[in-house]
T-cell receptor
């Protein structure tokens, strides 16, 4: 079956530009998470969505970061006025139900490079 | 502050021998622990988990041990195979739902199994 997909797989941008990263979760998964992995670091939580509830944005590093989840499915992570420190692999994950033991299924990630 | 730490960035073992990957945590709210495996250019995939009511969970060649008093867990792979070569992430989360189910990850350990 189809797993979590992300696009683009790679994105190179210039400092100051805006970027949009897309995540298609597994069909039927109500919980969706964004993480990022900077070089030499573990995965850092950014934001999660659960159904129609207000998202938990507590992991977003600055107000330049925002995310939406339309129709309870596809999610877009937007980074405005990108900085070099935003360079990382951005990973999306989904799970069947947020409040359960179900593990999170990850997409392949988007590697963002800010020049 | 790093609430989940994997102090060994890399580990090299011979095929057929045991691989032991270690993880320490500081947050006493963590009740549920997971190991993920990550190959290059792919997202992490779930490997095995353990809840705090247990001290051991086994799945085939993989066994996770939890020492709550020491806030330490380890992943044992026996026997190790070259296909096990990957980055292994330890992750943790609290079971109290008010904290959400977002995962806190360690930095990862690169395991290399030599033929």
């Amino acid at each position: 079956g189809a797993g979590v997909s992300q696009s683009p797989s790679n994105k190179v941008t210039e400092k100051g530009k805006d970027v949009e990263l897309r995540c298609d979760p597994i069909s039927g998964h109500t919980a969706l998470y964004w993480y990022r992995q900077s070089l030499g670091q573990g995965l850092e939580f950014l934001i999660y969505f659960q159904g129609n509830s207000a998202p938990d944005k507590s992991g977003l590093p600055s107000d330049r970061f925002s995310a939406e989840r339309t129709g309870g499915s596809v999610s877009t992570l937007t980074i405005q006025r990108t900085q070099q420190e935003d360079s990382a692999v951005y990973l999306c994950a989904s799970s069947l139900v947020e409040r359960s033991y179900n593990e999170q299924f990850f997409g392949p990630g988007t590697r963002l490079t800010v020049l | 502050d790093q609430q989940v730490k994997q102090n060994s960035p890399s580990l090299s073992v011979q095929e057929g021998r045991i691989s032991i990957l270690n993880c320490d945590y500081t947050n006493s709210m963590f009740d549920y622990f997971l190991w993920y495996k990550k190959y290059p250019a792919e997202g992490p995939t779930f490997l095995i988990s353990i809840s705090s009511i247990k001290d051991k969970n086994e799945d085939g060649r993989f066994t996770v041990f939890l020492n709550k008093s020491a806030k330490h867990l380890s992943l044992h792979i026996v026997p190790s195979q070259p296909g096990d070569s990957a980055v292994y992430f330890c992750a943790a989360r609290p079971l109290r739902w008010t904290s959400g189910s977002r995962l806190t990850f360690g930095e990862g350990t690169q395991l290399t199994v030599n033929p």
